[in-house]
């Protein structure tokens, strides 16, 4: 199997501070990638350098064959990249099933204007009247565990539950890509468990997942390679296990004020 | 019941006060309130979709009102155009000046956004006084042609009262509501809403902000224009006056008691500021001084820091609370 992401030497920095320093790494197709490292170790910058959020100052990074190093982060959705965030950015004002919603919306093919024309002369313009989308957006509700919030607004939700509600998001727009950043921050061990399930089942679905964890219990029970960021270096890469036990890894993670989870 | 056949019942009856109205009422000053909280319903309406549903503050919603206004107006006067379409010709010309309003504004946010839409209104109300050839400049175009007569069969209906007025607005404000409500509900609205509440959250699900603030900026100007075009014709009189901000500050007060972000916020709003300040008109000439604008700005800071969400919040509370006592 091919490598669906590549980055090739990529660098970011802020202002005197390189937060991401001259990484390639791949990603192939259908695998979980597991990236760690102490924190401000520059993994949150990788996924933001990825998924568009801002471009690098240095180095490329290919998806499926195409450049997308100065794509905006919308484009890189549409192209098939979704992501979640690791301080959560859901729609708070909006219910749970409308924030699935919103990401279902056909934005490939259609602007603005022609989202506009919709609302007048489509006939089910109405959205939660459109059997068919609800329907999709209540089996990734389901599918995530949280159709109990169907009709909650997001930001009356339990903060580990609106965790989950961005990756059901994030789902909706049909990623082959998912960037995940600590999708299991603030769960109890009860919840971790079911987190690990959630992933694997996406995973099994063909999707390949690119995701930053500090609980070990999570990122070594799930990743097939593990990549590992030191000061917005890559020290290490391989089989889980491997890096774990690599001398570097280690001193990394001794040496910095690490709050891995054992 | 059914919650839509109560929706419709509910609608069916509004309509039947709507229209009775002026049979009850016939003061033709009252008339001339009802008509000006019409086209106020539609301005802050119209602001309220930029301001509520995307977050971005309008300062210079007033110049998309003179801009309906003068181009129905001047339609109408130099080359005859009927002003049935003048005002739907006044809400384009205001949407393509929202246009180009929105392209800087799509850099701007905060402070900034709101100081450069002040500085383009105030720009064009600058125009407006001094185009004296188009506009006869600080006097106004005064003489603006009435809505044409509209014959159904042998029946011809008039423009001329305020009364007759005041079923356009209504029209008019039912066909903005009727849009609004339309654009909210859908996709479109979904998109805009996902926008506010989280920018970069919304890019990563693929909207691009900046093609959905243009639109949006578009189609408020158009409604605020089409608004103007409404008060040229029964006004008769169209003057720079129009464009200032003090308009556009009633319009903010407005959706802010209303209730930002709701469809029937800028409803309510508009409707009871517009007869608060009618009769804070009469204490003004009692007491000489600009009552008006006094008691606007504490309803508004009172708003902000008592009630959030407006008369549509408090309404919504209370219901609550009488439902919970059951
Ligand atoms: N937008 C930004 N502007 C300036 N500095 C930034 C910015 N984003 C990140 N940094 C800095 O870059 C470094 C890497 O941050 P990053 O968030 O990528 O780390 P991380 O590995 O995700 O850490 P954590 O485990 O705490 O989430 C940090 O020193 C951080 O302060
Ligand atoms: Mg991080």
């Known amino acids: ?262 | 019941m059914s919650a839509r056949l109560r929706n419709i019942l509910l609608w069916i009856v509004a309509l039947a006060v709507l229209i009775l109205i002026p049979f009850v009422v016939e003061d033709r000053y009252f008339m001339h309130i009802a008509v000006m909280a019409g086209i106020f319903t539609i301005l802050t309406l119209s602001w309220n979709l930029l301001a509520g549903y995307t977050g971005q503050l309008n300062l210079g919603h007033a110049a998309f009102y003179g801009i309906g206004a003068y181009t129905s107006a001047i339609l109408a006067m130099q080359t005859g155009l009927s002003p049935w379409l003048g005002l739907f010709a006044g809400g384009l010309v205001a949407a393509v000046f929202g246009l180009m309003l929105g392209f800087p504004a799509l850099r701007l946010s905060g402070p900034y956004l709101a100081i450069t839409t002040i500085g383009f209104a105030e720009i064009l109300r600058l125009v407006a006084m001094n185009w004296v050839d188009l506009t006869r400049g600080s006097l106004g175009l005064s003489g603006v042609p009435l809505l044409t007569p509209i014959k159904i069969g042998d029946f011809t209906m008039q423009f001329y009262f305020e009364r007759d007025y005041y079923y356009v607005v209504v029209a008019g404000v039912l066909f903005t509501l009727f849009c609004i409500r339309r654009l909210i509900g859908s996709e479109f609205g979904v998109t805009l809403q996902a926008m506010r509440d989280d920018e970069a959250g919304a890019q990563s699900i693929g909207i691009n902000p900046s093609s959905y603030k243009l639109a949006v900026f578009t189609i408020s100007a158009f409604f605020a224009g089409f608004a103007g075009g409404l008060f040229a014709h029964f006004a008769r009189l169209v003057s720079p006056e129009l464009l200032a901000l003090h308009n556009t500050f009633d319009i903010l007060t407005m959706a802010m008691i209303g209730g930002l972000g709701t469809i029937a916020g800028p409803i309510l709003g508009a409707v009871s500021l517009t007869i608060l300040s009618e009769a804070l008109r009469s204490m003004e000439e009692v007491l000489k001084i600009d009552i008006r604008l006094i008691v606007y700005g504490l309803l508004l800071i009172l708003t902000i820091l008592f009630m959030r969400e407006g008369l549509v919040g408090v309404i919504k509370n209370v219901w609550a609370r009488v439902k919970g006592d059951r």
């Open chain 1, 1 to 262: 199997m091919g490598a669906i992401l590549t980055t090739d030497r990529l660098t970011k920095n802020f202002g005197g501070l390189t937060a991401v320093n001259d990484v390639s790494f791949s990603l192939e197709q259908g695998e979980i990638l597991g990236l760690i490292g102490p924190n401000g170790a520059g993994k949150t910058t990788l996924i933001n350098l990825i998924s568009g959020a801002f471009p690098p100052s240095k180095g490329t990074i290919t998806f499926e064959g195409r450049d997308i190093t100065r794509d905006k982060a919308h484009t890189v959705n549409t192209l098939g990249i979704a992501r979640t965030f690791q301080v959560v950015r859901i729609f708070s004002r909006l219910t749970a099933l409308e924030n699935v919603l919103a990401a279902m919306v056909d934005r490939k093919h259609k602007g603005p204007w022609s989202l506009v024309w919709d609302s007048f002369f489509r006939r089910a313009c109405a959205l939660t009247e459109d059997k068919e989308s609800c329907a999709t957006a209540d089996s990734l509700l389901d599918f995530v565990g949280i159709s109990k919030y169907r009709d909650e607004q997001a930001g009356n939700m339990p903060y580990a539950l609106t965790k989950r509600l961005e990756i059901a998001r994030a789902l909706a727009t049909q990623p082959k890509l998912l960037l995940l950043d600590e999708p299991s921050s603030g769960l109890n061990p009860a919840e971790l468990t079911g987190q690990i399930d959630l992933i694997q089942k996406i995973n099994a679905q063909g999707t390949s997942i690119l995701i930053i964890e500090h609980v070990m219990k999570v990122i070594m029970g799930i990743s097939h390679r593990l990549i590992v960021l030191h000061y917005g270096e890559k020290i290490a890469e391989g089989e889980p296990e491997k890096v774990y036990n690599d001398p570097l890894v280690v001193e990394a993670y001794l040496g910095g004020d690490s709050d891995a989870q054992h």
